[in-house]
Nanobody, 126 residues
Framework: QVQLVESGGGLVQAGGSLRLSCVAS????????MGWLLQAPGKERKFVAA????????YYQRSVKGRFTISRDNAKNTVYLQMNSLKPEDTGVYYC???????????????????WGQGTQVIVSS
């Protein structure tokens, strides 16, 4: 089992940057792909970015590609999301999640993730 705790959210002006962190406890972090997912106000949770177990492959939702970077440090059991050039439509609660099947195309489907953090709020003002 994996417990996930996110941090780093906050209020930022459009064009600004934030770095989200997610620390995992439990023995399965290194065996899990990790994702960041966003739930905007009044909307369903959607995929933002994901990284494979080794960190060799990353995947992004089209609207964030070139602005966001996902990375992980397996020695620290931590996954990061660097968010640059933020836009008001990036506003919402960002969740860190773990996916253990090893099937890469599962990573874009929020329903396929096995473990979730409590989320961290990001507000981007215009």
């Amino acid at each position: 089992q994996v417990q996930l705790v996110e941090s780093g959210g906050g209020l930022v002006q459009a064009g600004g940057s934030l770095r989200l962190s997610c620390v995992a406890s439990g023995r399965t972090f290194n065996n899990s792909a990790m994702g960041w997912l966003l739930q905007a106000p009044g909307k369903e949770r959607k995929f933002v970015a994901a990284i494979t177990r080794s960190g060799d492959n990353t995947y992004y939702q089209r609207s964030v590609k070139g602005r966001f970077t996902i990375s992980r440090d397996n020695a620290k059991n931590t996954v990061y999301l660097q968010m640059n050039s933020l836009k008001p439509e990036d506003t919402g609660v960002y969740y860190c999640a773990a996916e253990s099947s090893g099937i890469y195309y599962y990573l874009r489907d929020p329903l396929k993730y096995d473990y979730w953090g409590q989320g961290t709020q990001v507000i981007v003002s215009s």
